[in-house]
Structures are given as C-alpha cells and as structure tokens.
C-alpha cells in the first residue's frame, strides 16, 4: 500500500473535514429546531389541517431518498424561481430530511410521559410553556437524547451525498485526489477511516452526556 497521495494531501483532506462537520452541525441544529417544533405540536391536539400538513412532511421526507431531496432543491426549484447555493441547498436538504427524523423522536419521547403530569401541571396552573420546559422536555430528553445523537452520527455520514452539489466536503475531496492519483484502496480507506472517527466522536459525547447527566 502506498499511501503517499494521502500524506501529501492533509490539509486538503482536514480541511474538507472541517467542512462536512461545520455541514453536518449546522444542518443538525436546524433539524432539531425543525423536529422539536413539530414534534411538540404534533404530540398536542392541534387542528386537523395543521396536522395533517405536518403528515404529509414527515411522510414526504422520511419516504424519498435525500439524494433525490437534495436534486430537487439545487437543481429542480431554480425551474420556478427559487434558487439556492450549493451550501444553502445541502443545509436546507439535510435539515429538511432529518427534522422529519428528528420530529418522531421527539414526539415519541413527549408521548412516552405520563398523561397525569400533564394535569397535574395544569392544576397547578402551569402555562403550556412553563410545563414543556420545566416537566416534559426535561423528561423526554432522557429518552431522545440516545436516538438524537445517533441522528447527528447520521447527518455527518449522509453529508456525503452532498458531494453531488459540487461541495468540496470529505467524500468529493477524496474523489478528487482519485482522479488525480488513481490509488482508490488508500485513499477510500482514509475517507471510512476519517468517518469512523467523526462518528465514534459522537459515540463518546453521547456517553459522557448520559453519565453526566445522569441518565
């Protein structure tokens, strides 16, 4: 084996690591925003045209690919006007896609708490917000928390296919030292190799944050 092609390129390659983590923490952050607003309202009695909007999300994304979504977003909304940078058509597809995710996380987990902490709250006259922040996200978290951070080890690994957007992230950064060196076997090793360690990363934080917070 001869792995010169990818000592010579480091930088190139951290650099592109760099980028598929600021991709994938950006797009997580947004997904979560996305997944617990209509996760929470989802797990409340809501009207029916609402609900069923946000249905019809969840289905739409959790039931086609995220190549397709993310083709669809640069390459096919530019045809009615609606154009995105490479960048802001793969946030917006990821977070679109794992917010349907994270969304029945999150509404599993509210759904997972007792029905009599919700009176008890309002017996005490607890606001709705009051009682979601002080009863049942903090409840719920300990039950999302674990399939949460398997989300995000999701999002760094799916940010791949963003590759196709001409993003210079760490998959096209090995295809393009490829092309340029011919030595696939290296170079796709270092790229699992690269993943591997971003996600056990993710792994480890998740435990630590389970310890920490004793749950």
């Given at each position: 084996m001869n792995f010169s092609a990818v000592i010579s390129n480091t930088?190139?390659?951290?650099?592109?690591?760099?980028?598929?983590?600021?991709?994938?923490?950006i797009s997580f952050a947004v997904a979560l925003a996305i997944g617990i607003i209509v996760g929470t309202l989802r797990s409340f009695r809501i009207p029916f045209v609402l609900d069923k909007l946000f249905v019809v999300y969840v289905e739409i994304f959790r039931g086609t690919p995220l190549l397709i979504q993310l083709f669809f977003i640069y390459y096919g909304l530019p045809q009615v006007g609606i154009a995105f940078s490479s960048h802001q058509a793969a946030i917006l597809?990821?977070?679109?896609?794992?917010?349907?995710?994270?969304?029945?996380i999150v509404r599993s987990g509210m759904s997972a708490i007792d029905q009599g902490q919700h009176e008890a709250a309002k017996s005490l006259g607890m606001t709705t917000y009051t009682m979601l922040f002080y009863i049942l996200y903090?409840?719920?978290?300990?039950?999302?928390?674990?399939?949460?951070?398997n989300t995000y080890a999701a999002i760094l690994k799916d940010s791949s296919l963003v590759s196709v957007l001409s993003i210079t992230?760490?998959?096209?950064?090995?295809?393009?030292?490829?092309?340029?060196?011919?030595?696939?076997?290296?170079?796709?090793?270092?790229?699992?190799?690269?993943?591997?360690?971003?996600?056990?990363?993710v792994t480890l934080v998740s435990k630590y944050l389970e310890k920490t917070l004793h749950f």
């Amino acid at each position: 084996m001869n792995f010169s092609a990818v000592i010579s390129n480091t930088g190139f390659l951290l650099e592109a690591s760099w980028l598929t983590i600021y991709l994938s923490f950006i797009s997580f952050a947004v997904a979560l925003a996305i997944g617990i607003i209509v996760g929470t309202l989802r797990s409340f009695r809501i009207p029916f045209v609402l609900d069923k909007l946000f249905v019809v999300y969840v289905e739409i994304f959790r039931g086609t690919p995220l190549l397709i979504q993310l083709f669809f977003i640069y390459y096919g909304l530019p045809q009615v006007g609606i154009a995105f940078s490479s960048h802001q058509a793969a946030i917006l597809g990821l977070s679109l896609n794992f917010g349907a995710y994270i969304s029945e996380i999150v509404r599993s987990g509210m759904s997972a708490i007792d029905q009599g902490q919700h009176e008890a709250a309002k017996s005490l006259g607890m606001t709705t917000y009051t009682m979601l922040f002080y009863i049942l996200y903090p409840q719920a978290l300990r039950i999302m928390l674990p399939p949460l951070t398997n989300t995000y080890a999701a999002i760094l690994k799916d940010s791949s296919l963003v590759s196709v957007l001409s993003i210079t992230e760490l998959t096209r950064a090995g295809q393009l030292i490829y092309v340029r060196t011919y030595e696939p076997f290296e170079i796709y090793l270092t790229l699992g190799v690269c993943y591997f360690m971003m996600t056990y990363c993710v792994t480890l934080v998740s435990k630590y944050l389970e310890k920490t917070l004793h749950f």
